[in-house]
């Protein structure tokens, strides 16, 4: 189910050579996205004994950081759209870099909440979505697999983080520590970088040749450029249909788009307790901590390997057409690891655990936006990035909680981890059934378009 | 190196820590297993009393015993009056290797030590005897498979390590090693910056009478008077378990090592923290370091972006003007002098080969346009 290529993008996307720097510095973006929020909990013990407050109240941190990072979805898709994924990342990462600084400053946690949640979350947000939309922008056949190196980026920097943090905490104090991770933040803006602008209007293909090829093969060139462009062309136009240009809200009343939304704002629900509660379940069943923080470490590097294989399975010739079915069956398959994980009580049992959850976890996160890109199509993704962000921005945040009350009412994890695994198995089912009734409107849709051959298609 | 199976069992490890070797489930001839009940002392987890309820067979053995009077190292104190009523009791169920335990005492109280043989133990009948340091404990008392003692512990003399050895045809020993309650400090050093404040925070898992604070003043300690410095200092205690150490307007002469004391009825315990005042420049420096190489990659990326655009530009440039050493060329025309055609060329046919010249090159100029506009 490939889409059709020029309509799509208006250019061929190179599928390599630059993309690859591209899918670089955009694994450093998401790494520093995704993982940020966890390797700073490192600090809550002592921020706590200075500022003399709870540990609820820290924590609030990081869920402002979190929810930020993925409320600013939106704003970042408009952004985005108005001025290419380069200057929006470079921006974040001084947004981010500023944040941590002026939070080696901070004197109340207030102020923290603003430095460290919304100033460096929003950064992040600016950060997360530019990275993402780009790859789909610089490769086509091989987005799979591009998709899947530039998502191994997270739990890269992760392993990375986490012990930079305790170096740094341990040799410079908490305010040390938080100076210095702003001057890392700021390279992010290293990986703006790299993501140099493409499309038909910028890229390749010169203004002037253009001009001539079109008087000499008397053909028409689709430009599919900035946005602006069009706008001095058409000139007046109404509000609605500006907004349309920046955030292209008809994507809800795309099929594809609305089964993915539902399905992905259902399975988050469960997709980050287990990580949160994985430690304490170890600790609970009577581990040591070493041994505990040991199958994290687990889980992060069978996610490090599983998440580029994925990314070539899922880009091999029987898998792509049908990539809607391998991403539901695994979340079907995470959801099945976590309904197993009660009846694992030993040590080994839980390695073993850690092991699939690590591979089920990495196969969805390598497929989470290329499932996204397959079916609303490269062009439309900036704005459907920034819209799923924002909708699976409560469900992600409510998740821990949820399972956290679980466990306090019952005294017992396994509660818990039934609640993340039915969960994430009716997501995966309900994705799994949506899209077979999406595959098959869709070839109704293509053979109804094939049977008008005789019109020429305008693109 | 296999998990430590505490578990439910221990669940005050830093109170009763047990030195033992890591437990097979199974019992066994071997079966080591310490049971910790007390009653009275403050403990923080709630869920320890749901284990209090598996624990009333030990509690009878308490009960069965009341006329039985124990009698330490020092009869004086059996004339005092414990402070609390409450009773500790601790046993030991011994097999091959000797067991060791720690026990915290904060307050004057009763303790009765239980050393217990094993089920399948091969030792019948064997001489038991009960010691501190080298001294003999008398008065010990008997059950079927259990010997025990109780102390009353009121003064901190009383508190050490009682050691009961078992003499048969092997020798088993357990040791209770009595001591006051720790503190916790923190083992690596807290590091701050000349003007913040420092907070040092000192717990402990007893409700201590009193806490001081000791500043190092070269090798003796020096306490911490909040009073005359109240700018400077200011001690806060949080709850009978935490105390707090801030210190403000942090300078570099206010490094070194600090002591926070918990003074209990049978005695104080000290904790160590060492402050570390760093200047500014210290994180100042590994950050204009990332913030300098984050300016040369950014600048590196774009200088490298600005050349391979110009030689992009230079060689489509060259593409359109027929450039012989430009890339993506077919059979080139090759243009020749006007004076070459006329050497050897009547004049008509000069203009024809230059008419015809004219029209390769533009053909060759389409050709190859098409070329760049499907190919690139």
């Known amino acids: ?459 | 190196m296999p998990p430590h199976r505490g578990g439910g069992r221990w669940q005050m490890g830093r109170a009763a820590s047990v030195i033992s070797r890591p437990v097979a489930s199974a019992p066994s001839p071997l079966l080591m297993e310490g049971l910790i009940r007390s009653q009275g002392h403050d403990w923080e987890d709630p869920a320890m009393t749901t284990q209090d309820s598996s624990q009333t067979q030990v509690n009878s053995v308490t009960k069965m015993q009341p006329g039985h009077e124990s009698s330490g190292p020092h009869v004086a104190t059996q004339e005092l009056k414990p402070a609390s009523k409450e009773d500790s009791v601790y046993e030991i169920v011994l097999s091959g290797a000797p067991v060791e335990k720690n026990i915290s005492v904060a307050s004057p109280t009763k303790v009765e030590l239980i050393c217990k043989l094993g089920e399948d133990s091969s030792l019948k009948n064997p001489q038991v005897t009960w010691k501190k340091g080298g001294e003999t404990i008398s008065h010990t008392t008997k059950t079927q498979n259990s010997w025990s003692i109780q102390l009353t512990i009121s003064e901190s003399s009383q508190l050490g390590s009682y050691t009961c050895i078992l003499k048969g045809e092997k020798e088993l020993t357990a040791t209770f090693h009595l001591h006051v309650p720790k503190t916790e400090g923190r083992e690596k050093p807290v590091i701050t910056y000349i003007g913040d404040t420092a907070v040092m925070v000192c717990k402990t898992e007893y409700n201590a009478k009193a806490w001081t604070w000791y500043m190092t003043n070269g090798t003796e300690l020096a306490p911490i008077n909040t009073i005359l410095h109240t700018d400077k200092f200011e001690i806060m205690r949080k709850s009978a378990k935490v105390s707090r150490l801030e210190i403000f307007k942090l300078s570099k002469k206010d490094r070194g090592v600090y002591w926070c004391e918990a003074v209990f009825d049978l005695g104080s315990s000290k904790a160590r923290f060492e402050l570390k005042v760093l200047s500014i420049s210290a994180p100042l420096k590994p950050f204009i370091a990332v913030v300098a190489e984050v300016a040369i990659l950014v600048t590196t990326i774009v200088l490298y972006e600005v050349y391979s655009k110009r030689k992009g530009k230079v060689n489509q440039k060259k593409t359109l003007l027929g450039d012989p050493s430009s890339s993506r060329q077919r059979s080139k025309p090759q243009k020749v002098s006007k004076r070459f055609l006329e050497r050897r060329f009547k004049p008509r046919e000069v203009e024809n080969i230059t008419k015809l010249q004219k029209m390769y090159a533009t053909m060759h100029f389409k050709h190859s346009l098409c070329f760049e506009v499907l190919y690139i």
């Open chain 1, 1 to 459: 189910m490939a889409p059709p290529v020029l309509s799509d993008l208006g250019y061929v996307p190179p599928d390599g050579g630059w993309g690859w720097a591209v899918v670089f510095g955009a694994s450093i973006s998401i790494g520093f996205a995704f993982t940020f929020p966890k390797a700073f909990t490192i600090y809550f013990k002592e921020i706590q004994a200075v500022f003399n407050i709870s540990y609820s109240q820290i924590a609030w941190t990081t869920s402002i950081m979190c929810a930020t990072t993925y409320g600013g979805g939106p704003i970042s898709s408009i952004l985005v759209n108005r001025y290419g994924s380069r200057p929006v990342v470079m921006f974040g990462g001084l947004l981010c870099g500023v944040g941590m600084i002026s939070a080696a400053f901070c004197t109340s946690i207030l102020q923290l909440y603003i430095c460290v949640g919304f100033i460096t979350g929003f950064g992040l947000a600016l950060n997360l979505q530019p990275s993402v939309i780009i790859i789909g922008k610089y490769f086509l056949k091989r987005r799979p697999i591009a998709n899947g190196l530039a998502m191994a980026g997270s739990p890269v920097m992760l392993c990375t983080l986490a012990p930079l943090n305790q170096f740094l905490f341990d040799s410079f104090g908490w305010r040390g520590s938080f100076l210095i991770l702003g001057a890392i933040l700021l390279n992010c803006c290293v990986a703006g970088a790299l993501f140099r602008p493409i499309g038909a209007g910028t890229a390749l293909v010169k203004t002037q040749v253009t001009e001539e090829a079109k008087e000499a093969l008397k053909g028409k060139i689709p430009e599919d450029g900035p946005m602006e462009n069009r706008a001095e062309e058409e000139g007046g136009k109404d509000c609605f249909e500006k907004i349309n240009q920046y955030l292209d809200f008809s994507l809800f009343k795309h099929r594809g788009f609305l089964i993915y939304l539902i399905g992905n704002v259902l399975m988050f629900l469960g997709f980050f307790a287990p990580i949160v509660f994985l430690a304490p379940y170890a600790k609970h069943t009577g581990i040591d901590e070493y041994s505990a923080a040991f199958l994290l470490s687990i889980l992060a590097i069978v996610d490090m390997v599983a998440r580029p294989t994925t990314g070539i399975v899922a880009n091999s010739k029987w898998v792509r057409p049908r990539i809607q079915y391998f991403f539901s069956f695994a979340i079907a398959f995470n959801g099945a690891c976590h309904l197993l994980c009660p009846l694992a009580s030993s040590y080994t049992g839980l390695i073993v655990y850690s092991s699939f959850f690590g591979l089920a976890f990495g196969m969805v996160c390598a497929m989470l936006f290329e499932t996204l890109m397959d079916l609303v199509g490269a062009a439309r993704f900036t704005s459907a990035v920034g819209l799923v962000t924002i909708a699976e921005c409560c469900t992600i945040l409510l998740g821990p909680p949820i399972g956290g009350i679980l466990i306090d009412t019952f005294g017992d994890y396994k509660y818990m981890f039934i609640k993340c695994g039915s969960v994430m198995v009716l997501a995966g089912t309900f994705l799994f059934i949506m899209n077979y009734y999406n595959y098959r409107m869709l070839a109704k849709e293509e053979k109804e378009r094939k049977t008008k051959e005789e019109e020429p298609k305008s693109p």
